[in-house]
């Protein structure tokens, strides 16, 4: 199965749906960490910006994904996300409409080794990247498997990582201050990004 410019495009509006129903849960994780409590906010504020992107091709549309979260004041939100999908941008083949699953596994990986050029965070730091390394590496793991397990996998992982992140200590941002204290929540970033990767890998399987 490839994926298409389309299907992918499909992917990022159930995304943003998933996104604004989780609003208030995501604020509330953020503040129950000792964050601002605006996590639900900016992330909503992020999908909103990323509607109004097109593109023609893979590389140009998560290009245009990137710039509309640069030019959107939605905190360290924007950084995070603009730098991942400026990175899937980078490495998305010249002029692609779709993707095979090797493709789609190095955009995925190109996205988070972009990230960890912005970020120190680390699996185990209470952040995002706990639901983000583990669902990139299950990609990888699984890109022989076809596009849609892929997801599945993805998705999996980065809701047993955000899972975790329960049992950890802040180490970045505000929640930091709390030291032992933040430990009892989920983040809220690893939350918003299991939720992502859970309506990819849903809106792919509806359309198989």
């Given at each position: 199965?490839m994926?298409?410019l389309q299907?992918?495009?499909e992917m ?8 604004r ?5 995501f604020?509330?994780?953020?503040a129950a960490?000792?964050?601002?409590g605006?996590?639900g906010t900016a ?13 023609a ?6 290009k ?7 030019n959107e ?11 991942w999908l ?14 095979d ?10 996205g988070?080794?972009e ?6 965070a ?7 990247m706990?639901a ?6 299950a ?9 849609g397990?892929?997801?599945e996998?993805?998705a ?5 990582g ?5 049992a950890m200590?802040?180490?970045f ?9 933040s430990?009892g929540p989920r ?9 992502i990767?859970a309506?990819f890998?849903?809106?792919v399987?509806?359309?198989?």
């Amino acid at each position: 199965m490839m994926l298409t410019l389309q299907r992918f495009k499909e992917m990022i509006a159930a995304a943003g749906e998933a996104i604004r129903a989780g609003e208030k849960r995501f604020s509330e994780l953020d503040a129950a960490a000792g964050g601002d409590g605006d996590h639900g906010t900016a992330i909503v504020t992020a999908f909103q910006a990323m509607a109004k992107a097109g593109g023609a091709d893979f590389k140009g549309y998560l290009k245009a994904l990137s710039e509309a979260l640069q030019n959107e004041a939605c905190g360290s939100t924007s950084t995070l996300y603009g730098s991942w999908l400026q990175g899937m941008s980078d490495t998305a083949p010249e002029g692609a409409a779709e993707l095979d699953a090797a493709e789609l596994a190095k955009v995925f990986n190109g996205g988070l080794e972009e990230l960890g050029f912005v970020t120190r965070a680390r699996v185990g730091d209470k952040t995002l990247m706990d639901a983000l390394i583990p669902a990139t590496e299950a990609l990888l793991a699984a890109q022989s498997e076809g596009v849609g397990t892929m997801l599945e996998r993805a998705a999996a992982a980065a809701e047993q990582g955000a899972e975790a992140t329960c049992a950890m200590r802040a180490k970045f941002g505000r929640a930091k201050n709390l030291g032992d204290r933040s430990i009892g929540p989920r983040d809220a970033g690893a939350a918003s990004m299991a939720c992502i990767f859970a309506a990819f890998a849903a809106a792919v399987k509806a359309s198989c």
